[in-house]
C-alpha cells in the first residue's frame, strides 16, 4: 500500500498523539498512521473499536484536508501564516516558561482562544523545544572571538607542521558541596540526597591535549602567580621532547603577572591568551562537565578526602576509559556567542 505521510509530517502526527487530549482526534490520528504502516481500514477498525465506515471517513478527510480534528463550527480557529510569522518573532524575543503564558498571549493579541495541546503542536512545528537558556558572559566580544578563532586554525595547521603540541589550559576549583541534577525518577516519587554543609574546595591547575587527550594536572593552596610558574614547569617535563608547547589559557591575573611573564620568556611554553571573556572557546571547559558528571552531579561526600579522591580517580582512571566519549564530547568546535 502506497505511503501517504512524509516523514516529517509522520513526525509531527506522532508528536501531536503524544500530547492530544481529545480522544477523537487521537483516534484520527491513529487511524492515519496505522494506515500508512499498510494496515486495511477493517484491521484499523477491530483495533480502535471504530465502525469501518467511520475509518474510511477519517483517512479521505486527512488525504483531502491534511485535517484530524472535527470541522464543527465551534472548533478552535487556527493562526494564520502571518500569525505564526509574527507569533515566532515574538518568542524569538520574550522567553516564557508555561504554554498556559503563551496562550494568554495569543488570546491578547490574536483574539483566539487556542488550546494547549494546539499551541504545543504548534510549537514542535515552528523549530520550539523546551529547554534551559545558554549563560553567556556579560559584554563578550564577537570579534575578538572570531578573529582568536582564525588564529586558533593557524596554530593548529603550523604546529602540525612542526609536530608540537597545543594544549587548552584552565583553573577549576570543584567543591565538596553537591550539585544537584537531572536524573530520571520514578513518577510520583522523590530521590532524595543527603546534602553536606562542607563547602571545601580543591584548586587545580590542568590542561588537555584535544589530539591524544593526554591530561596534566595539580593541585595548589592558592592558586597565583607562583603557583601557575610551577605548573608551566610541569607541563614542559609532561612533553620532554617538544621544541615549542603552545598553551591556550584565558587572562587570569596570575597568568598575565610580572612573575609568568619573566618565566615565559625563556620558556618552551607559548602562551596564546583567550580574548576576555570567553570561556566558550576553551576546550577544556567542556571536560569539567563531563567531570561533575562523573563525580560531583547528584553526589554527597560526608568527608573532604572521599570527595577529593573520588575527583584524582575521575582524572587518573575514569578519563581513559570513556576516552571515546571525551573524544566526542570534548571538541574545537567553537562558536561565537554574543549578548
Given at each position: 500500500m502506497k505511503k501517504i505521510l512524509t516523514s516529517i509530517e509522520r513526525s509531527e502526527l506522532l508528536i501531536r498523539h503524544k500530547t492530544e487530549r481529545d480522544k477523537r482526534v487521537a483516534d484520527r490520528i491513529k487511524a492515519v498512521i496505522l494506515h500508512d504502516d499498510g494496515w486495511t481500514s477493517t484491521q484499523i477498525s477491530e483495533a480502535l473499536l471504530i465502525d469501518d465506515a467511520t475509518i474510511r471517513f477519517h483517512i479521505k478527510t486527512y488525504l483531502k484536508e491534511q485535517r484530524v480534528a472535527p470541522a464543527h463550527k465551534g472548533s478552535s480557529p487556527l493562526l494564520t501564516s502571518r500569525e505564526s510569522e509574527t507569533l515566532a518573532q515574538h518568542l524569538e524575543s520574550n522567553r516564557y516558561t508555561k504554554i498556559k503564558e503563551i496562550q494568554a498571549y495569543v488570546r491578547e493579541t490574536y483574539l483566539k482562544e487556542l488550546a494547549i495541546s494546539t499551541l504545543y503542536y504548534w510549537l514542535k512545528k515552528n523549530g520550539f523545544s523546551y529547554k534551559k537558556p545558554k549563560l553567556v558572559p556579560h559584554n563578550a566580544d564577537p570579534k575578538a572571538q572570531e578573529a582568536f578563532i582564525v588564529h586558533?586554525?593557524?596554530?593548529?595547521?603550523?604546529?602540525?607542521?612542526?609536530?608540537?603540541?597545543?594544549?587548552?589550559?584552565?583553573?577549576?576549583?570543584?567543591?565538596?558541596?553537591?550539585?544537584?541534577?537531572?536524573?530520571?525518577?520514578?513518577?510520583?516519587?522523590?530521590?532524595?540526597?543527603?546534602?553536606?554543609?562542607?563547602?571545601?574546595?580543591?584548586?587545580?591547575?590542568?590542561?588537555?591535549?584535544?589530539?591524544?587527550?593526554?591530561?596534566?594536572?595539580?593541585?595548589?593552596?592558592?592558586?597565583?602567580?607562583?603557583?601557575?610558574?610551577?605548573?608551566?614547569?610541569?607541563?614542559?617535563?609532561?612533553?620532554?621532547?617538544?621544541?615549542?608547547?603552545?598553551?591556550?589559557?584565558?587572562?587570569?591575573?596570575?597568568?598575565?603577572?610580572?612573575?609568568?611573564?619573566?618565566?615565559?620568556?625563556?620558556?618552551?611554553?607559548?602562551?596564546?591568551?583567550?580574548?576576555?571573556?570567553?570561556?566558550?572557546?576553551?576546550?577544556?571547559?567542556?571536560?569539567?562537565?563531563?567531570?561533575?558528571?562523573?563525580?560531583?552531579?547528584?553526589?554527597?561526600?560526608?568527608?573532604?578526602?572521599?570527595?577529593?579522591?573520588?575527583?584524582?580517580?575521575?582524572?587518573?582512571?575514569?578519563?581513559?576509559?570513556?576516552?571515546?566519549?571525551?573524544?566526542?564530547?570534548?571538541?574545537?568546535?567553537?562558536?561565537?556567542?554574543?549578548?
Open positions: 586558533y586554525a593557524n596554530l593548529l595547521n603550523e604546529a602540525a607542521i612542526e609536530g608540537d603540541p597545543v594544549l587548552f589550559g584552565d583553573s577549576v576549583h570543584p567543591t565538596q558541596q553537591t550539585r544537584i541534577a537531572y536524573g530520571w525518577i520514578k513518577k510520583g516519587k522523590d530521590s532524595v540526597i543527603e546534602v553536606t554543609s562542607a563547602r571545601k574546595r580543591i584548586n587545580l591547575m590542568a590542561t588537555l591535549n584535544l589530539e591524544t587527550m593526554q591530561f596534566t594536572y595539580n593541585d595548589y593552596e592558592t592558586i597565583n602567580g607562583t603557583a601557575a610558574v610551577e605548573f608551566l614547569k610541569i607541563i614542559e617535563a609532561a612533553y620532554p621532547h617538544a621544541k615549542k608547547i603552545h598553551l591556550i589559557w584565558d587572562q587570569a591575573g596570575y597568568h598575565t603577572c610580572k612573575e609568568v611573564a619573566e618565566y615565559l620568556i625563556t620558556s618552551r611554553v607559548k602562551v596564546h591568551f583567550l580574548p576576555p571573556r570567553s570561556p566558550n572557546l576553551n576546550s577544556i571547559e567542556r571536560l569539567w562537565k563531563v567531570m561533575h558528571e562523573h563525580v560531583s552531579n547528584n553526589r554527597a561526600y560526608k568527608k573532604f578526602k572521599d570527595f577529593k579522591e573520588a575527583l584524582f580517580n575521575f582524572f587518573d582512571l575514569t578519563m581513559q576509559n570513556i576516552k571515546d566519549e571525551l573524544i566526542s564530547r570534548v571538541t574545537d568546535n567553537f562558536r561565537v556567542v554574543e549578548c
